[in-house]
């Protein structure tokens, strides 16, 4: 398994960015994927993840401001960020499993949110 990460980089406030996840290197068909950050000094947190049949779970904090998705079921997944505050400035890790017990993490991108 191999996820592979893009998008991310600097943005005003109130801006937008896009991430994406892709793993093309397993037959494994992934239950779960999402996405976690952490910023700096603070424990790695859940941002949002949907499941293999559309089933999506969002942080109070990202709510209605961002948007997760995952294209026909595919071990790909999306995350579409809006109205982005400095305080969603983190490294963002994708993460994907067939069952919990064994999660897989990508390479984690950098947002940064500042004027």
């Known amino acids: 398994v191999q996820l592979q990460a893009s998008g991310g980089g600097l943005v005003h406030p109130g801006g937008s960015l896009s991430l994406s996840c892709a793993d093309s290197e397993t037959y494994l068909s992934f239950n779960v994927m999402g996405w976690y950050r952490q910023a700096p000094g603070k424990q790695r947190e859940l941002v949002a993840t949907v499941t293999r049949d559309g089933r999506t779970i969002y942080s109070d904090s990202v709510k209605d401001r961002f948007t997760i998705s995952r294209p026909s079921a595919k071990n790909i997944v999306h995350l579409e960020m809006n109205n982005l505050a400095p305080e969603d400035t983190a490294v963002y890790y994708c993460?994907?499993?067939?069952?919990?017990?064994?999660?897989?993490w990508g390479q984690g991108t950098q947002v940064t949110v500042s004027s």
């Open positions: 993460l994907a499993y067939v069952f919990s017990t064994r999660t897989y």
